[in-house]
C-alpha cells in the first residue's frame, strides 16, 4: 500500500531530518510513529503527502512514485491521503459543515470550491461522518465554538471526506485531556477497522500509543531504530528510542495496560455520549 525507501530530508540549514528510512504499510494496517521531540516523526508525515519536499528517497503509495509526480499528479494522488493535525486546522470562522465539506475540495472545480456550491451527495456524506464521529446536530455551529474533542472530530470527519485510502494522523490527542484522548485515539482506529484504512499515528503519549496501535515505529534522529509490535516495547526498546533513562514506571503502565487490554481496537458505540468531549 504505502512504502518508503531510504527516505532522507535535509534542510536548507544542512541539518538532516531522516536519515534513509525505509518503511512498509499494508492495506488497512495501524501504525504507531513514537520518538523525541526532534527526531523527524512530523517531518515523516509530511514527506509522505508532499507537504515538505524530500531530498532523497522515494515514497511509493499503491506503486506510485509520489516524489516524481507533477503538481497536477500529486494534487489527484492527495485524495487518496487524508491529514488530520495536532492543531485541528480548522477555519474558525466557518461552521462545522463548511469546514467538512473543504475536505472535497480535491474533487470540485475551482468555481464549485469558491462559491461552496458542492453536490448533494457530499452533503449527504457530511451529514453521515458526524453522526459517526458523534457531532450530530452541530453542523451550523462555527468551529471556535467547540471544545477541542470536538475540533479534533471534525478534522477527523473532513479528512475522511476524501474517502482517502491512507491516514496521516499528526499528534491527534496532545492538546487533550486523558479521557478525550482516549476517546479519540478508540474513534480513528475504529474508524480505520470499518473502512479498511491504512494510518500513521504520530504520537508522544508511548503508553497510549501501545495500548491502541498494534504496530509501534520508533525515530531516534532522523533514523528508525524500532519497528515492531506494541506488546514488544520494554526497557530496552524506550532506551533505544529515547535515551537512557529510568523507564520502571513506563514500563509497569505499559504491562498493566497489555494485560488488560486483549484487543487494541475498541468500537466506539457510545457516540452521542462523546459528543460533549
Partial sequence: MLELSALEKRYPTGDLALKGVSLKVGLGEVLGLIGP???????LIRCINRLVTPSGGHVLLEGQDLSTLSSSGLRRARRQIGMIFQEYALVERLSVMENL???????????ASWFRRFQGDDIARAYELLDRVGLSGMENKRADALSGGQRQRVGIAR???QSPKLLLVDEPTASLDPKTSRQIMRLILSLCQERGLAAIVNIHDVVLATEFLPRIVGLRAGEMVYDGPAKAVDHAVLTRVYGAE???AITQRLQATDEASPAHVVPDTQ????AAA
Fill in 37 to 43: 521531540s526532534g527526531a523527524g516523526k512530523s517531518t
Fill in 101 to 111: 465539506l473543504s475536505g472535497r475540495l480535491g474533487y470540485t472545480g475551482f468555481w
Fill in 159 to 161: 479528512a475522511l471526506m
Fill in 246 to 248: 529510568d523507564w520502571t
Fill in 271 to 274: 457516540r452521542s455520549a462523546l
